[in-house]
């Protein structure tokens, strides 16, 4: 089960279509498309006006997250999915396979993460790396590697930078060697499991086990908790 908030003068909505444990991951495909992941690997299509939901996709495996290629000039549409056994597959609109890129992690693969601008996806895992990957799915770097999982990240709204959380901390990484260093800071008390990187104020929001949701600007000052 997952809520779908309206907006002023409308109802809050709940609603069910997976059937275990509800739906994992929801992505917006826009102002009036939602895709949710389920733990019974069936991605369905929701439409925000109708709160209808229709099947999409139902994948061979189990999956960690999925996220939808930004929609820009010239752009293909095309949804990036990791999955448990460390291989990412990108799908096209109809669900047909357009790219398996086998042992792209040792591990699980936790998030994945199409740049604002297109030209790139990020992808993290179990394995303690966040690697970068070419549009059309070859690999462009290995980022990061360490010694802890790495759950998620998100790129700025320039694209020029990645954020990403491991453990109880927060790091933002420059892509070009020629920008300013790597920042960091202790975010929560417990294990941090989700960032994301609003392009429309420049904000970063974080949320752990400690029950807590932090804003945070760019320089990694407190905001909000």
Known sequence: RFKIRGGEGQPNTNKFAHQFLGARRTKSL???TLLSLGEDNIIYKWNANTNESTKWIELDSYAGDHDWLPQTKGSSELVAI?????????FNKSGKLE??????????????????DGNALATSSQDGSVKIWSKNGSLRTNLIQTEKPIYS??????SDALLYCSDKTIYLKPISANQQKQLQWKAHEGLILKVDWSPSNNCI????????YKVWDSYGTLLLT
């Open 30 to 32: 826009g102002t009036t």
């Open 82 to 90: 990791g999955y448990a056994d460390g291989t990412v597959k990108l």
């Open 99 to 116: 790219k398996n890129i086998n042992d792209a992690h040792k591990k699980s693969v936790i998030s994945v993460k199409w740049s604002y």
């Open 153 to 158: 990240v998100s790129w700025s709204p320039e």
């Open 205 to 212: 929001i974080s949320c752990g086990e400690d029950c807590k």
